[in-house]
């Protein structure tokens, strides 16, 4: 467990500018920042950080929290992950008991993954610095021109030739043989026999945006043509490659820097290019271009150059991710390597500065990339107007309209080919875009329909989570201020009630709760904390463990940032109070017309059962003349 003192001490260490530069691009807007929001795909920053008061929000989807909930939130870790995140980004001692091995049993799967790789990654990287490793794994490395600082930015390492090796230490080290299985650092024969997965091979770990190890790649060193050339780990609870990038933990500052990011294919064009001095660079790690890590370049810059080598039939493959690129509003650039070359085998040629010379010297945008690809030589009428076809759909895919005329009009000039012509042509690929998304929608939905269980018409009471929500607000932003003086016990004692003691107490009355559990939990802790010194509702649940609380107490708080001066409710003693007393009235209202249409059903169902009816009735009655009391109270007219 992490104490108090220090979790305070991290607390206040964290700034939310920092935090959320890690993972987005902002820009100054006023006092506060923007950016791209990285919860959701966004054209327009929405993604709003204020560091006045340590929130991040997007107005859009409705994310954000502290620095402790973005984190937990974006790297999809536990409250503890993300505080001892922030701990190491602000190099804060944590000082915690070994874990016994029932303690370490007992850690979450996950967990136990990333424990695991990370030991895998060290123990891969000191094999390095074995007889071995100097005699067979460094070498190679020294072939591809990689220095020391390379190898130790990017954690290269050396799997032994002895296929248990790995295997054998890692169970002598304690882990436990599923979990070997699980990340995919090792597989079982068919003798049921444990075997490592990348002996005697060089290993290039895949590491997340934070510096997580999420899965290896091993090269193999030899010539032998039946054995494939890399080995990669297999899907995992912690690694789904749809979503990674190999090279994106070293290259994210560099991208947002230069506001540009370059694709290559392969681990070893990455770290060549990186050690030339072209830091902003990634790799799909020879995996087709995918959403996820489209969206991961995106946090970081709308600006993307995707580097070829000379193969022509590896381009035509990977074509279609310039397709996705442009759907998800990137600025393509295309860079055509001369024959011969990738971007390793250049990089050891040139010096950085050279290499980014060329790169900006022949890098040319996608229309002239294509056509010179698809129409080069070609005189065949159909071949030509196929790879019209193929070009324009490219532009048809851009969202940007002013950005899609542009290129529209330099395709005409290009092509040679009337623009009405081609603008026809687009319009086409865009309906018969917009029917396929919507079919899409439909087979999902009705997917979804086939799978959940038959609905339950909504009910008053589910309806009635609007007035719990303000009510609960007012906890949240006010709860420690005090709402009446003075009030006298039935011991004849006077006390002071603050904003949440007289909720609770209100409610506590007629035994009634919130319909969310949620909302029961944070009143109550509310209230606990009334006593305390300094206790503020607002710090205390934006600030709260339970992430859901804390998304849910920074949105209550944001709505207040949304409203002009103006609008604001003024939150005076007064005004206050009467604020707070007419929820609990409209509260207890919802519950009542709930209770009164339950009364009239089981007065129906009640059939001729008499005694049963006129008892039912009498009720119903009570709760017309109750209702009709809190309308008079609200200052509605009085219902008959």
Not at 29 to 53: I, Q, R, W
Not at 425 to 440: C, S
Not at 470 to 497: K, W
Not at 599 to 613: C, H, P, R, S, V
């Amino acid at each position: 467990m992490i104490d108090k003192a220090t979790i305070d001490k991290i607390m206040d260490a964290a700034n939310i500018v920092d935090v959320v530069s890690e993972f987005v691009t902002l820009r100054k807007a006023g006092v506060n920042y923007k950016g791209l929001c990285p919860f959701h795909n966004e054209k327009t920053p929405s993604f709003v950080v204020s560091p006045s008061k340590g929130y991040c929000h997007c107005f859009s989807c409705g994310k954000g929290g502290t620095a402790v909930g973005f984190i937990m939130e974006h790297e999809q870790m536990t409250y503890p992950e993300a505080l001892r995140w922030l701990a190491n980004k602000y190099h804060i001692e944590i000082h915690e008991k070994e874990l016994s091995d029932e303690e370490k049993r007992e850690q979450s799967e996950r967990e136990s993954l990333f424990i695991i790789n990370n030991w895998a990654l060290q123990y891969f990287h000191d094999n390095l610095e074995t007889p071995e490793g100097r005699a067979i794994g460094k070498p190679y490395f020294r072939s591809r021109g990689f220095r020391d600082d390379t190898i130790k930015k990017f954690q290269l390492g050396y799997a032994l030739k002895d296929k248990s090796a790995f295997v054998k230490a890692a169970l002598k080290k304690g882990f436990k043989e599923q979990f070997l299985l699980d990340t995919g650092l090792c597989y079982k024969k068919e003798n049921g026999e444990l075997q490592d997965r990348y002996y005697g091979r060089v290993i290039f770990p895949v590491l997340t945006m934070t510096g997580r190890v999420v899965a290896f790649g091993g090269r193999i060193l030899g010539n032998d043509k039946k054995a494939a050339k890399y080995v990669n780990s297999p899907e995992s609870l912690i690694y789904h490659k749809s979503n990674e990038l190999y090279g994106i933990y070293q290259a994210k500052q560099a991208i947002a820097k230069n506001d540009r990011c370059y694709l290559v294919e392969g681990y070893i064009d990455v770290t060549s290019m990186n050690q030339s001095g072209v830091e902003n660079v990634v790799a799909s790690s020879g995996t087709s271009l995918t959403i996820g890590q489209i969206k991961l370049i995106h946090r970081f810059t709308d600006n993307i150059t995707v580097l070829y080598d000379g193969d022509a039939a590896g381009i035509h493959a990977s074509i279609r991710g310039i397709d996705m690129l442009l759907a998800d509003g990137m600025n393509v650039k295309v860079l055509l390597l001369p024959d011969g070359e990738d971007p390793d085998s250049f990089a050891q040629k040139h010096t950085s500065q050279e290499f980014q010379e060329y790169i900006k010297k022949h890098q040319t945008d996608f229309i002239e990339f294509k056509t010179k690809l698809l129409l080069n030589g070609v005189t065949d009428p159909i071949k030509r107007s196929e790879a019209i076809s193929s070009i324009v759909k490219s532009v048809s895919v851009i969202p940007n309209q002013i950005i899609r005329a542009t290129y529209t009009t330099e395709c005409a000039h290009r092509l040679g080919i009337n623009e009405a012509t081609l603008v026809s042509t687009m319009n086409k690929f865009i309906r018969g875009d917009i029917e396929e998304k919507r079919k899409e929608l439909k087979r999902e939905e009705e997917k979804e329909k086939q799978n959940q269980e038959p609905l339950v018409p909504p009910t008053p009471t589910q309806q009635a989570t609007k007035v719990e929500y303000l009510l609960l607000q007012m906890v949240v932003r006010y709860g420690e201020r005090i709402l009446y003086n003075n009030v006298e016990t039935e011991d004849g004692d006077t006390i002071s009630l603050n904003v949440s003691q007289y909720i609770k107490y209100d409610l506590d009355t007629d035994e009634l709760t919130f319909h969310d559990e949620k909302y029961n939990r944070m009143l109550q802790e509310a209230v606990e904390h009334s006593g305390e010194d300094n206790f503020n509702a607002e710090n205390y649940f934006t600030h709260h463990p339970d992430f859901e609380i804390s998304e849910l107490a920074t949105n209550m708080v944001i709505d207040r940032f949304q409203l002009s001066k103006s609008l604001q409710v003024k939150n005076d003693e007064e005004t206050l109070r009467n604020r707070v007393r007419h929820l609990i009235l409209d509260f207890r209202m919802d519950y009542v017309e709930q209770r009164l249409k339950e009364l009239q059903q089981e007065i129906k169902e009640a059939g001729n059962d008499m005694d049963k009816m006129m008892e039912k009735m009498a009720e119903y009655k009570d709760m017309q003349s109750i209702r009709n009391a809190i309308a008079k109270e609200l200052g509605n007219e009085v219902i008959i």
